[in-house]
Nanobody, 123 residues
Framework: QVQLMESGGGSVQSGGSLRLSCSASTSGGNYILAWFRQLPGDQREWVAGFNTANNAVFADSVKGRFFISQETANTLYLQMTKLRPEDTAMYYC???????????????????WGKGTQVTVSS
């Protein structure tokens, strides 16, 4: 069982920065964390996470602007810079079992989700 909590969302102007935090509480097992985002009525979009080689990877739309860092196995940050209005969304942290490595961009392989934190970027 994994409980996830995101924080750090807010409203910023275009070009600004925010840092999101994901704190995970587990009862056992090894999990890999990732970030997704979603607009109302849209599917969840993978933003950043770790590939099968455990390297940090990013969606093309955020590459070079967003960065992730992991302070501990249970704390993942998403540093967002040069924010654009199209980055506006609810951002979610998700966890998948560490051995489930295929299709790491697919929300279907993630078993646990936080409640999300809203990011709003104004032009």
């Amino acid at each position: 069982q994994v409980q996830l909590m995101e924080s750090g969302g807010g409203s910023v102007q275009s070009g600004g920065s925010l840092r999101l935090s994901c704190s995970a509480s587990t009862s056992g097992g090894n999990y890999i964390l990732a970030w997704f985002r979603q607009l109302p009525g849209d599917q969840r979009e993978w933003v950043a996470g770790f590939n099968t080689a455990n390297n940090a990877v990013f969606a093309d739309s955020v590459k070079g602007r967003f960065f992730i860092s992991q302070e501990t196995a249970n704390t993942l940050y998403l540093q967002m810079t040069k924010l654009r209005p199209e980055d506006t969304a609810m951002y979610y942290c998700a966890a998948r079992p560490a051995l489930r490595t295929n299709s790491y961009r697919s929300p279907q392989i993630y078993d646990y989700w936080g409640k999300g934190t809203q990011v709003t970027v104004s032009s």
